[in-house]
């Protein structure tokens, strides 16, 4: 492998010794929890149980392709992601997707699209221990045919090989990046009779145009065990947003709100909210028939939608999907808004992103101490330690502290913490089953990496997920 690609990837995982947790069964056919380490109330409030020894990082090699690992996507995608240790093989399904299938198109998107291909470990001595390159996979380029035209997908033209789609497994939960896309689109004419007399002004301008820009990969969340019981989430959150916006030059926003669910999952705002209405979904969750998660209709915008000059606002079309994830004895959900855009029928809603939710029950100073990885909005894979009233990400290649942030455990809202970093910058932090999420309305760890930006790309707000991996 070229030199870059031992470096970038050593590194990046080098402090961590894979995300590890209790769990385990298959998300396309859950099973309940009965992890060795610990069960039901033994398992701590917050974060994982001790995690024993080295040598058992993820499942042994033979058992790894036992699990199909579901989950969320940065990208606004659901995925459900095999690997086979023992062949070094791995298939990918997008689920549900907004990611155009052609660079220069918006419809159709790789929803539904499988593709497979080989995984590699990182290189011979790259990581510390041989256990951690048995359980780090690094997904190749990956080929499968498109059911809706017939076409041949690939991602061999957005592999890059200093900052490729890496996949770290361990006990119950997946997490890293899956394949990215070059994204581009010069928009659309629509026909008079669609604009109406109103909007004649607008014929013959290409509407909604979306500069070229390529992702390295998307950071993703996946769990071996997903709960399809909507009654087991009943109860109050905490809920951290994500969403990017391509065709309104890449906005980004990043918002908390807190929400109610009922043993039936609908959403309703508690007294004292800082939101008035709920950002996860504005309607009512349906089980998506064989795929082991649940949909609505009604995505809740973060930011204004399209609109034609002033005029004419597009209503919603994306869709929120809900991944109910099985870690530690939590569950976690998480909240992926899907876009869509159909210049046909013209509809335009392409504000995607995800969202993690964790109970809105008090943490306790020192309660979520420890190691955190994962990929954040930088599109970098990242290192996290929070010990205490303050935290700091590390730059894997030196492992050296790159920003530092400070935690308020006062908790006007239970289970939401207040982060100020450095330079000011505030935002918050959940925690659940071992997993976090974080924001920060500011710069952090250098901005986004070079090869995924454009310039439209903003370095802010931050916004990262992160597994546990030590105390």
Request: glycine share 12%.
């Amino acid at each position: 492998m070229p030199d870059a690609l031992n470096r970038g990837l050593a590194m990046a995982i080098a402090l961590a010794p894979l995300l590890v947790a209790c769990g385990g069964g298959n998300a396309s056919n859950p099973s309940p929890i009965n992890p060795p380490q610990c069960s039901g109330s033994s398992c701590p409030v917050q974060g994982p149980p001790p995690q024993g020894t080295v040598a058992s990082l993820c499942p042994a090699t033979a058992d790894i392709g036992n699990s199909t690992y579901l989950g969320g996507a940065g990208s606004g995608e659901v995925v459900r992601l095999n690997i086979n240790a023992t062949a070094m093989t791995y298939t990918l399904t997008w689920l549900q997707s907004p990611i155009p299938l052609h660079t220069g198109e918006v419809t159709p998107t790789r929803a539904g699209v499988t593709i497979s291909g080989t995984v590699v470990h990182p290189p011979t001595g790259a990581l510390p221990t041989a256990e951690q390159i048995r359980c780090a996979f690094i997904l190749t380029p990956g080929t499968g045919t498109a059911a809706v035209d017939g076409s041949t997908y690939s991602t061999a033209a957005t592999f890059n090989q200093a900052n490729p789609p890496m996949v770290l497994i361990g006990l119950g939960v997946a997490g890293g990046g899956i394949p990215g896309a070059a994204v581009q689109y010069s928009g659309f004419q629509p026909t008079a009779a669609v604009l109406g007399p109103q909007l004649s002004s607008l014929l013959g301008i290409n509407l909604f145009p979306v500069a070229a820009r390529n992702f390295d990969f998307y950071p993703f969340l996946g769990f071996a065990s997903v709960d399809t019981n909507l009654a087991d989430m009943k109860g109050d959150y905490n809920a951290l947003f994500y969403h990017l916006q391509p065709s309104n030059k890449y906005a980004t926003t990043a918002s908390t709100a807190q929400e109610s669910f009922d043993g039936a999952g609908n959403c309703s705002v508690p007294s004292g909210a800082s939101n008035t209405a709920c950002e996860s979904t504005g309607g009512t969750w349906t089980a998506v028939s064989g795929a082991s998660y649940f949909t609505s209709a009604d995505a809740p915008r973060l930011m204004p939608g399209p609109s034609l000059a002033g005029l004419y606002t597009f209503p919603i079309a994306a869709s929120a999907n809900m991944i109910l994830g099985q870690l530690n004895g939590k569950v976690v959900p998480l909240i992926v808004r899907t876009g869509a855009v159909n210049p046909n029928a013209f509809v335009v809603d392409d504000e995607s992103g995800i969202a993690m939710l964790a109970p809105a029950t008090q943490i306790q100073s020192g309660a979520i101490n420890g190691g955190y990885v994962g990929a954040d909005s930088n599109f970098r894979y990242t290192a996290t330690l929070l010990q205490g009233a303050g935290g700091s990400f590390v730059n894997p290649s030196t492992s050296s502290a790159e920003s530092q942030f400070a935690l308020d455990y006062s908790q006007q809202h239970l289970g939401l913490l207040n982060v100020t970093d450095k330079n000011g910058a505030t935002g918050n932090l959940i925690a659940a089953g071992g997993l976090y999420a974080i924001f920060i309305n500011g710069e952090e760890n250098g901005g986004v990496t070079t090869t995924s930006t454009n310039s439209d790309t903003l370095n802010s707000p931050y916004f990262g997920i992160g597994a546990q991996i030590s105390n």
